[in-house]
């Protein structure tokens, strides 16, 4: 079994005893910091810094230096899925993520090779590999990918979207066509997540941003049953010990025990949900995440303090608790805002231990 110095990030995952809530965030690595600000400068642009294994280990790193994270999360991007499938990714400034090929009909969908995604996705590995030798068995490192339905949204409509009309109206009036493509993503992601866990990944995560835009029977066909898909195909144990998988639909609280049914570990919560309710309607069936709302992180140290304090009684004494935001922090953060949150639950969480 591979040795950490610490691991309570991957026990609390399991259920199993910790001394403390172990805690990681969204976006971890990310604008709020300067340094990331200019190591991604130096890259010259986002996908510059994603695509250099070097640059993507050292933002990586960044935050850790900092402060007293329990794991760190590979820097990369969910978008390079897509981006690999040959669909061209590149970010405009005030835009966010566009593709230059989005997807618009069947045969294009049809055309999509899974196992490209794969092929082309060395400089991740690389990433992978070389943050896990930095990190020197002192804490873990999550992996990721989105989930199908959230590229998909990206995919077909060409970049973000308020309504996502585009592929809701393929979803609904094509449902076999939106079907293969989510079965092909379903394929690409499980391959990219097994590769990262062979490149030493120690934990999973998928994210499924987009996942809460769709009605309650939708959810379950087009979201869902992809993700239990993948998680099906991963590699569920590495070095000796369990890859545990986080499953983190924004907006999925009213799904929540579907998703406990899904063959996660864990589930993450957003901050709509309260995490104690979210643990009684659970129960012990799997870990939960979360779930601080990122804009208290503009509030005083002392507010934050307290938001802390509430979430952890919230979801009271045990374990199978990972504190984190509900979704990642934002580029206008005080970094000693977030070190407040992180002093907040290494003093406070060990009460409930």
Request: with cysteine; proline share 5%.
């Amino acid at each position: 079994m591979a040795s950490l110095e610490n691991d309570r990030f991957l026990r609390a995952l399991m259920r199993e005893p910790v001394d403390r809530t172990p805690l990681w965030m969204m976006r971890q690595a990310g604008r709020y910091l300067p340094e990331y600000r200019e190591t991604r400068a130096e890259a010259g642009s986002f996908m510059g810094l994603c695509t250099n294994p070097e640059m993507a280990c050292e933002v990586t790193l960044q935050p850790l230096r900092r402060y007293a994270m329990d794991a760190a999360i590979l820097f990369s991007d969910i978008l390079t899925v897509p981006d690999a499938l040959g669909l061209g990714l590149y970010f405009s400034e005030g835009e966010g993520p566009r593709f230059e090929r989005p997807i618009s009909s069947a045969a294009e969908i049809d055309a999509l090779d899974p196992d490209r995604a794969a092929n082309e996705l060395g400089y991740v590995m690389d990433a992978v590999a070389l943050i896990r030798k930095e990190l020197k068995g002192s804490i873990p490192l999550i992996g990721f990918a989105g989930s199908p339905w959230t590229l998909a949204t990206y995919m077909v409509e060409g970049g973000s979207s308020k309504d996502f009309a585009k592929v809701k109206s393929l979803a609904f009036n094509e449902p076999e066509v939106m079907h293969q493509l989510l079965s092909k993503l379903a394929k690409s992601v499980a391959v990219y997540l097994s590769e990262q866990v062979r490149n030493g990944a120690q934990a999973l995560q998928i994210f499924d941003t987009w996942g809460g835009s769709l009605s309650h029977a939708a959810y379950r066909e087009f979201s869902l049953q992809y993700m239990t898909e993948i998680i099906d195909q991963l590699p569920r144990e590495a070095e000796g010990r369990r890859v545990p998988v986080i499953v983190f639909t924004k907006g999925g609280g009213q799904w929540l025990e579907a998703i406990a049914d899904c063959g996660a570990d864990a589930v993450g919560l957003d901050w709509t949900t309260d995490i104690g309710e979210a643990r009684a309607r659970v129960g012990d069936k799997v870990c939960l995440q979360g779930n601080m709302d990122p804009t208290l992180l503009n509030a005083s140290p002392e507010r934050i303090r307290s938001e802390v304090g509430q979430i952890l009684s919230a979801f009271g004494e045990g374990s199978g608790h990972v504190f984190n935001l509900g979704h990642g922090v934002t580029p206008g953060i005080d970094p000693e805002h977030v070190a407040a949150m992180v002093d907040a639950v290494v003093e406070l969480s060990p009460a409930y231990h």
